[in-house]
């Protein structure tokens, strides 16, 4: 059967359309500058990195050495401890954030698991899958977790060991959980088992390089971090890292080797392509390449603040986000432009490719069609 040409046509509407939604793409924290042509012949083999990326395996057509590379770079920028840190690339924050609370559910079985209610929508959901008690704390008018409220909930509930998830940088608001002064209240508390995991997803990327972070990494007390691949660094095949302390996976290693193999990771099969895109990237910046590009976003971020305010629109954004919150608006502008709405606020976010003359169409759209309520 010849149907070469109606698959070529099929192609080529598909791709058109995938450019012309690329021009409005401004809501979501995905940078789509990259050139990852090097790499496409390796699109030919089997590539899969099945099991633990530190430990051999007999399927050897792998990325193996490469992953552990990216996995080195992300524990350098995180302050891992180093040579007892493990991790792995995954296939993307939620599947980081799925493993930071395994492993924490696993080092404290009798635990209440607390998050904030900007967490990202992926976690209760994980929470559930994971059968763990949880409570969901209030957020603040920023974005950040109510540290009040944490307070008063961890008193009620001395009796249980908690885990804190924190956010680095909250889907909506781009808000930077305060770890020091979670830490404080622990210490308040006297309480001493506990664990922390912290969703990086965007800010895991921007923190690192700029000049007064927030802190995020293992050095400010966390467990462990998962960030996003394909959102700051960009890449055609979501993707991500999960970072812990080794002595927490070896816990879980131990009782999976009683089945038989070294399986650290949650699927079995693993994407071989995305570790090595992660690494060239990672070739390609440098440290001082993404400190410029975030450096760029985080400039572009305070333009579209002022472009916003002056144009009589509350925009804002938070110390070191990317991130600029605005009211919602009307359906004629959602219509045009992909912009993330949570009731009463959106957002746009300042990647890489997102110009100045974006912001200005889309302020101007705004302007001329102002939302009705
Ligand atoms: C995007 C995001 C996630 C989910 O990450 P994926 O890579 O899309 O799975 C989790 N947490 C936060 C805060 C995010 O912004």
Redesign the pocket.
């Given at each position: 059967m010849d149907n070469s040409g109606s698959v070529a046509k099929k192609l080529k509407g598909l791709r058109e359309e995938l450019e012309s939604q690329m021009r409005t793409f401004v809501g979501y924290?995905c940078n789509t500058v990259f050139d990852y042509s090097e790499i496409f012949p390796f699109l030919n083999y089997s590539i899969n990195n099945v099991g633990d990326p530190f430990v051999g395996s007999t399927y050897r057509v792998t990325t193996r050495e490469i992953e552990v590379e990216v996995l080195r770079f992300f524990a350098d920028m995180t302050h891992a401890p180093k040579e007892n840190f493990w991790g792995y690339v995954t296939n993307?924050?939620?599947?980081g954030?799925l493993y930071g609370l395994f492993l924490a559910r696993e080092t404290l079985p009798d635990a209440i698991a607390y998050y904030s209610e900007d967490t990202?929508y992926?976690v209760s959901k994980n929470l559930r899958l994971l059968n763990m008690k949880n409570i969901m704390i209030r957020a603040q008018e920023n974005g950040e977790m109510d540290y009040d409220d944490l307070r008063e909930t961890l008193r009620l509930h001395r009796d249980s060991p908690p885990i804190i998830f924190v956010?680095i940088?909250?889907?909506m608001k781009g808000a930077v959980d305060n770890i020091g002064e979670i830490r404080k209240i622990l210490r308040e508390f006297a309480i001493q088992r506990h664990y922390i995991h912290a969703?990086a997803?965007?800010s895991g990327m921007i923190l690192p390089f700029v000049d007064d972070p927030q802190p995020f990494g293992f050095s400010s007390g966390i467990d462990s971090i998962s960030i996003?691949g394909?959102?700051m660094i960009g890449a055609p095949i979501?993707c991500?890292i999960v970072l812990a302390n080794k002595r927490n996976v070896d816990r879980i290693a131990r009782s999976v080797e009683y089945v038989g193999a070294l399986d650290t990771t949650l699927t079995g099969s693993r994407n071989g392509i995305s570790p090595l895109m992660l690494w060239y990237a990672i070739q390609k910046h440098g440290v001082s390449g993404f400190r410029e590009m975030v450096s760029q976003c985080l400039e572009n971020a305070e333009y579209a603040v002022k472009v916003f305010r002056d144009n009589g629109i509350n925009a804002w954004r938070n110390k070191n986000s990317v991130t600029v919150v605005f009211p919602k608006p009307s359906g004629a502008v959602l219509e045009k432009w992909q912009i993330a709405v949570s009731g009463p606020i959106a957002h746009i976010i300042t990647m890489p490719h997102v110009s100045k003359s974006q912001i200005n169409e889309l302020v101007q759209d705004m302007v001329a069609n102002p939302a009705t309520e």
């Amino acid at each position: 059967m010849d149907n070469s040409g109606s698959v070529a046509k099929k192609l080529k509407g598909l791709r058109e359309e995938l450019e012309s939604q690329m021009r409005t793409f401004v809501g979501y924290p995905c940078n789509t500058v990259f050139d990852y042509s090097e790499i496409f012949p390796f699109l030919n083999y089997s590539i899969n990195n099945v099991g633990d990326p530190f430990v051999g395996s007999t399927y050897r057509v792998t990325t193996r050495e490469i992953e552990v590379e990216v996995l080195r770079f992300f524990a350098d920028m995180t302050h891992a401890p180093k040579e007892n840190f493990w991790g792995y690339v995954t296939n993307g924050g939620t599947e980081g954030n799925l493993y930071g609370l395994f492993l924490a559910r696993e080092t404290l079985p009798d635990a209440i698991a607390y998050y904030s209610e900007d967490t990202h929508y992926s976690v209760s959901k994980n929470l559930r899958l994971l059968n763990m008690k949880n409570i969901m704390i209030r957020a603040q008018e920023n974005g950040e977790m109510d540290y009040d409220d944490l307070r008063e909930t961890l008193r009620l509930h001395r009796d249980s060991p908690p885990i804190i998830f924190v956010t680095i940088g909250t889907t909506m608001k781009g808000a930077v959980d305060n770890i020091g002064e979670i830490r404080k209240i622990l210490r308040e508390f006297a309480i001493q088992r506990h664990y922390i995991h912290a969703d990086a997803a965007l800010s895991g990327m921007i923190l690192p390089f700029v000049d007064d972070p927030q802190p995020f990494g293992f050095s400010s007390g966390i467990d462990s971090i998962s960030i996003s691949g394909h959102k700051m660094i960009g890449a055609p095949i979501p993707c991500g890292i999960v970072l812990a302390n080794k002595r927490n996976v070896d816990r879980i290693a131990r009782s999976v080797e009683y089945v038989g193999a070294l399986d650290t990771t949650l699927t079995g099969s693993r994407n071989g392509i995305s570790p090595l895109m992660l690494w060239y990237a990672i070739q390609k910046h440098g440290v001082s390449g993404f400190r410029e590009m975030v450096s760029q976003c985080l400039e572009n971020a305070e333009y579209a603040v002022k472009v916003f305010r002056d144009n009589g629109i509350n925009a804002w954004r938070n110390k070191n986000s990317v991130t600029v919150v605005f009211p919602k608006p009307s359906g004629a502008v959602l219509e045009k432009w992909q912009i993330a709405v949570s009731g009463p606020i959106a957002h746009i976010i300042t990647m890489p490719h997102v110009s100045k003359s974006q912001i200005n169409e889309l302020v101007q759209d705004m302007v001329a069609n102002p939302a009705t309520e």
